[in-house]
């Protein structure tokens, strides 16, 4: 291995992505428990946005940004037992918790802020934190797991089970919402799927989506996600949208739906009724991406089905900031990764 080794990292930070930085630092060496990742390929997340413009708690100049990537061990320190040197393996988003429900402090261990992420050519994680690749996928593919894909299958599987045959709303075309489409349809349930766009509509079609709405064209995009089940509405809805889009995915549930809330990539400008909330038996419950142990369900479900995540476009690891300013466009559909070479 060599002494040193590219890292990425953000000097400060503010909406310019002028304080990504390219340093060269010491390769790190494993204590116990410990192993170094080459990392291969990474991906971005919305977070990663956040992360920049220095709006994710606990994050400090210096950080080494983003949490998902994937690669091979290349160093195990003292009793490593999970892997061994040459494994493919995929980082953990939240390298602490393990399985089981979210814990307060487990918060403190996500990659990329407000611990170091992996955007370097070599990563020390410690053995719990990683699972291995299966070898259907590549690199580029297992980056953009860990926190996209995981929180779309906690966002399925988060409360009631979710059944075959039920219905199951996604919000746009970006990584979660992607991946909850794809997943939703290997359980064999029926998606509709929301977009500003015709054209990532069809392309939404392609997928498995079985109707779509232009939420941009249709501002009351509740009522005709309504229409589209014959007026019953959806059992359940992954939230990506925030405040501004809740009162419409309130109004398009069914009778004992669920609405997984992820994310506000519409904004948090927006009030809502909360009076909508007690519509007939509606439960909500709120995403913290997922454990070890899901990320170990989803690769386990992802192989049997034969799933292939949608890459939209990946970078070189030299322009890194030009992927950071391609999500931040919004043109993207899936995920933008970064490759690490
Ligand atoms: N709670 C958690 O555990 C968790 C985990 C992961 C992500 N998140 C959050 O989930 C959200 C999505 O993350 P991501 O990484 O998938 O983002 P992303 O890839 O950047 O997704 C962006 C896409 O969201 C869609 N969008 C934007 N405004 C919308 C609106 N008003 N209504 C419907 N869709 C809209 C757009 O799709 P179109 O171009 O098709 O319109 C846009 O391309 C973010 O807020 C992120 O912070 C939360």
């Not at 998902?68 to 040197?85: E, H, T, W």
């Not at 393996?89 to 802020?113: C, H, K």
Request: net charge neutral.
């Amino acid at each position: 291995m060599p002494d040193t080794m590219k890292a990425y990292h953000f000097d400060a930070f503010n909406d310019e992505l002028a304080s990504l930085r390219l340093r060269e630092d010491p390769v790190p060496s494993p204590g116990p428990g410990q192993v170094v990742v080459r990392m291969r390929a990474t991906s971005l997340n919305y977070r990663d946005l956040l992360a920049a413009w220095g709006q994710l708690p606990g994050i400090k100049p210096g950080l080494i940004p983003l949490s998902d990537g994937a690669g091979v061990v290349v160093a195990v320190g003292a009793s490593v037992y999970r892997v061994k040197l040459g494994d493919r393996v995929v980082a953990a988003f939240n390298q602490t918790w393990i399985s089981g429900r979210p814990e307060l402090e487990f918060m403190r261990d996500m990659l990329g802020g407000p611990v170091d992420g992996v955007l370097a050519q070599y990563v020390l994680l410690d053995q719990q934190g990683l699972e291995r690749l299966p070898d259907s996928l590549s690199f580029e593919e297992g980056a953009t797991l860990p926190c996209a894909a995981v929180t779309a299958w906690s966002s399925l599987h988060c409360g009631r089970p979710l059944l075959g045959g039920q219905t199951v709303l996604v919000q746009g075309s970006g990584g979660v919402s992607i991946f909850a489409l794809q997943l939703a349809k290997s359980f064999g349930c029926r998606v509709i799927a929301t977009t500003s766009s015709d054209e990532k509509g069809e392309r939404l079609r392609k997928l498995g989506a079985d109707a779509v709405v232009n939420y941009a064209q249709t501002p009351e995009w509740g009522a005709a996600v309504r229409e589209l089940t014959g007026w019953r509405g959806v059992d359940r809805v992954v939230e990506v949208g925030g405040p501004g889009t809740l009162e419409q995915s309130i109004a398009c549930t069914a009778f004992n739906a669920q609405i997984a809330l992820v994310g506000f990539v519409g904004g948090l400008g927006a009030q809502i009724n909360p009076r909508l909330l007690m519509r007939g038996g509606l439960a909500t419950h709120s995403i913290a991406v997922g454990s070890r142990a899901d990320l170990a369900r989803l690769l386990a479900a992802i192989e049997a089905s034969q799933l292939r995540p949608v890459i939209d476009r990946v970078f070189a690891f030299s322009q890194a900031a030009d992927a950071y300013r391609y999500l931040q466009g919004r043109g993207h559909f899936g995920k933008v990764v970064i490759s690490v070479d």
